[in-house]
């Protein structure tokens, strides 16, 4: 099951559960949509590996399995 994080790991924007600029690499890597355009290439920072748009939960199944609250540190704050 997708942890779905809660921020971009390259600039800190809040990713909520449900955001439609959330992406993810295989090893479930997040990042926005700016950071992923803008600053990496389309590449994860991580792995190597392309970003795909992260699948949302439905609200029936996040009160049940919610979304992860641990902050992650940036991979590249400051770039």
Known sequence: MLELR???ECCGK??????TD???????CT????????????AC????GDLQVRPR????????YPAATQRRPLVCAGS
């Open 6 to 8: 809660s921020h971009c």
């Open 14 to 19: 809040d990713l909520a559960p449900d955001a």
């Open 22 to 28: 959330a992406r993810i690499c295989s090893f479930e």
């Open 31 to 42: 990042f926005c949509a700016a950071c992923v355009e803008s600053r990496l290439g389309g």
């Open 45 to 48: 920072p991580n792995c190597g």
């Open 57 to 64: 939960r439905s609200a029936a199944l996040l009160d049940k």
